[in-house]
T-cell receptor, first 115, second 114 residues
Framework: DSGVTQTPKHLITATGQRVTLRCSPR?????VYWYQQSLDQGLQFLIH???????AKGNILERFSAQQFPDLHSELNLSSLELGDSALYFC??????????????FGSGTRLTVV | GNSVTQMEGPVTLSEEAFLTINCTYT??????LFWYVQYPGEGLQLLLK?????DKGSNKGFEATYRKETTSFHLEKGSVQVSDSAVYFC?????????????FGKGTKLSVKP
């Protein structure tokens, strides 16, 4: 157990629907990162939150949004889902932004299947 | 911009064979470099890291040396085991313009046969 919890583990939904993925970071970590992993695109950085504030955006579609709450858990909202959104979505956390380079601690991911 | 290129897989080896997975990077400044491993059905785990030129990261028999002159961070292991079968990702973290998010290579799948 890495200490980063993602729910649900699996999600099957239809095109056009909206889903919410949840991430609880490791205790004490202030940064949360979201990544999308697909076979053709590899691991793509989506968005980074630090202590409730958005810090960086990567290749995140306008149909996707995220937030980090006061208790530091984060949610990734995916709307108007398309077949191509089917992927593994990972959350990762790290201790302090920009200090000490210990990389990230990853959750086990949410596998989203859009049918 | 920042990017990571690693050798395409899959790589299939026999147990006790020598492993090399090549990784090169493009970055401004002085990035930190990482290798992550992903076992089937799991998230990514940090395998090793190096934060400055000539640093050698090592863990579980795996090693990689940060070579600034060749912009490389190749992963090596002298004798692989079946349990090393996984996908390996090279990554960099550059604080210069990207707020510190990790940039990954596409991953190399390793299969070790008994």
């Amino acid at each position: 157990d890495s200490g980063v919890t993602q729910t649900p583990k699996h999600l099957i939904t239809a095109t056009g629907q909206r889903v919410t993925l949840r991430c609880s970071p490791r205790s004490g970590d202030l940064s949360v990162y979201w990544y999308q992993q697909s076979l053709d695109q590899g691991l793509q950085f989506l968005i980074h939150y630090y202590n409730g504030e958005e810090r960086a955006k990567g290749n995140i579609l306008e149909r996707f949004s995220a937030q980090q709450f006061p208790d530091l858990h984060s949610e990734l909202n995916l709307s108007s889902l398309e077949l191509g959104d089917s992927a593994l979505y990972f959350c990762a956390s790290s201790a302090v932004k920009g200090i000490g380079d210990y990389g990230y601690t990853f959750g086990s991911g949410t596998r989203l299947t859009v049918v | 911009g920042n990017s990571v290129t690693q050798m395409e897989g899959p790589v299939t080896l026999s147990e006790e064979a020598f492993l090399t997975i090549n990784c090169t990077y493009t970055a401004t400044g002085y990035p930190s470099l990482f290798w992550y491993v992903q076992y089937p059905g799991e998230g990514l785990q940090l395998l090793l890291k190096a934060t400055k030129a000539d640093d050698k990261g090592s863990n579980k028999g795996f090693e990689a040396t940060y070579r600034k002159e060749t912009t490389s961070f190749h992963l090596e292991k002298g004798s692989v085991q079946v349990s090393d079968s996984a996908v390996y990702f090279c990554a960099l973290r550059n604080y210069g313009g990207s707020q510190g998010n990790l940039i990954f290579g596409k991953g190399t799948k390793l299969s070790v046969k008994p």
